[in-house]
DNA sequence: CTGAAACATCAAGAACGATTGATGAAAAGG
DNA sequence: CCTTTTCATCAATCGTTCTTGATGTTTCAG
């Protein structure tokens, strides 16, 4: 899996959209089922545009998808990315055990 | 697991450390078995500081470790480590599961 | 000893990412 | 309409991270 470029790329995005403290909360929080941003700003104590900035960098990562609800956004995980990701760890972690 | 601060600083670290394509391409190298700086420098065309300043991420996180056999310093991957984040992921993909 | 090989560390600059407050846009209520 | 609510976007700033070339350290060979 690490040997295409188109791969490798593909995974340093999904992991950097996981390595803000902020964003692992927000993914916390979405643990309990979708939200909207006036839920999770209340929920993280963090301000509105700082919230806005990082649940874009969360679906630009393709790790959570939005919905319109009248005034309301509402956010939710994606399982198919996060199952993605799994697979790649577990990969590796077989090619590790088999050498290390 | 999301819920302890100490927890989200942690994972925030090991995503980091997997969030760069370089650091990925040694992974994925490192997964054929241990390898010295100089072969990495050969496999990945990559200048010697800056392949010491990406193992120095990988070891701080704690996915490498290193073993210095007179002249050569070998790198390997720590299989731990990469089973503490499958765990994660998969505690997060059932919990997505369950609501989404 | 001296020199060379392998690797780490340092310093400087460029690139990138996060935070904040202000402004913009869409929807709904009165 | 006009205002308010919810959220996105923008601009400025600041801190972090990455890259590069130079220098330092350790080990070994001659």
Redesign the pocket.
Known sequence: MLERPADVTRLARLF?AL??E??LRIVGKLLGGEM???NL?DALD????????????LKDAGLVS?R?E?????YALNPDVLQEIKNFIGSVREGAARCC
Chains 1, 2 share one sequence.
């Open positions: 950097h390595s803000d902020t964003r909207c941003v006036c700003t963090a301000g509105q545009s700082r919230l806005s900035f990082h649940l874009k960098a939005d319109r009248g005034r309301w956004v509402h």
